[in-house]
């Protein structure tokens, strides 16, 4: 099953404009929550993470979301540029003694801006 | 990226024979992971180790084996590959507290 459920598959977003990924959860156990970027022929990396100690994580253009209650977190990239163009995933892990190491993934946007 | 190096970066085989791919890292860390990627499923963890000799399975381990006989390299085998292994096969080190997991630059595995 899916313990990560992420939307949209695809985004397409005008140069300026603002993306939103939103990602949901089922297991409370999860208590870390990062976002990757992916280019292609690279592997995953780190964008931004949160713990839910915290409703919002800002870092540039970027931005987490979190809403423990509803079991939701969100992505949102501000001034979305040309070189964004990627495939974003959300992730979620408990945390245990020694860190996040079960991560569960969402499936991935692929996200597209156009000029 | 983050001193992790997987080899092969693209292999083709055919179904039935043995794989094995290679993450060799120069970091240190003490936990290992691999994954496989496929459209419209994400990243799913196949095994992860804790330490030279420790492993553990993961989400989707049916098919693989792993093996660690030193820190700084992890070894996923197919011991006889099926078509529904064709993938791209990442492995990730980290994972500590406050510390995120870094992914390789991934294998391209096809099984004809």
């Known amino acids: 099953q899916q313990q990560v459920k992420q939307s949209p598959q695809s985004l397409i977003v005008q140069k300026g404009g603002i993306s939103i990924i939103n990602c949901a959860y089922e297991?409370?156990?999860?208590?870390?929550f990062p976002w990757y970027q992916q280019f292609p022929g690279k592997g995953p990396a780190l964008l931004i993470a949160?713990?839910?100690?915290?409703s919002e994580k800002k870092e540039g253009r970027f931005t987490i979301s979190f809403n423990k209650s509803a079991k939701q977190f969100s992505l949102h990239i501000m001034d979305s540029q040309p070189g964004d163009s990627a495939t974003y995933f959300c992730?979620?892990?408990?945390?245990?003694?020694?860190?996040?190491?079960?991560?569960?993934f969402g499936t991935g946007t692929r996200l597209t801006i156009i000029p | 990226d983050a001193g992790i190096t997987q080899s092969p970066r693209h292999k083709v085989t055919e179904t039935g024979t043995p794989v094995t791919l290679r993450c060799h890292q120069t970091?240190?860390?003490?936990?290992m992971y691999w994954y496989r990627q496929d459209p419209g499923h994400g990243l799913r963890l196949i095994h992860y180790?804790?330490?030279?000799?420790?492993?553990d399975k993961g989400e989707v381990s049916d098919g693989y084996s792993v093996s660690r006989s030193k820190t700084e390299d992890f070894l996923l085998t197919l011991e006889s590959a099926t078509s529904s292994q064709t993938s791209v096969y990442f492995c990730?080190?980290?994972?500590?507290?406050?510390?995120?997991?870094?992914f390789g630059d991934g294998t391209r595995l096809s099984i004809l």
């Open positions: 992730a979620a892990s408990p945390i245990s003694n020694f860190g996040n190491e079960k991560l569960t």
């Open positions: 297991n409370t156990a999860f208590d870390y």
């Open positions: 949160i713990r839910p100690d915290v």
């Open positions: 970091e240190n860390h003490r936990y």
């Open positions: 180790s804790y330490g030279v000799k420790d492993t």
């Open positions: 990730a080190i980290g994972g500590q507290t406050n510390q995120p997991q870094h």
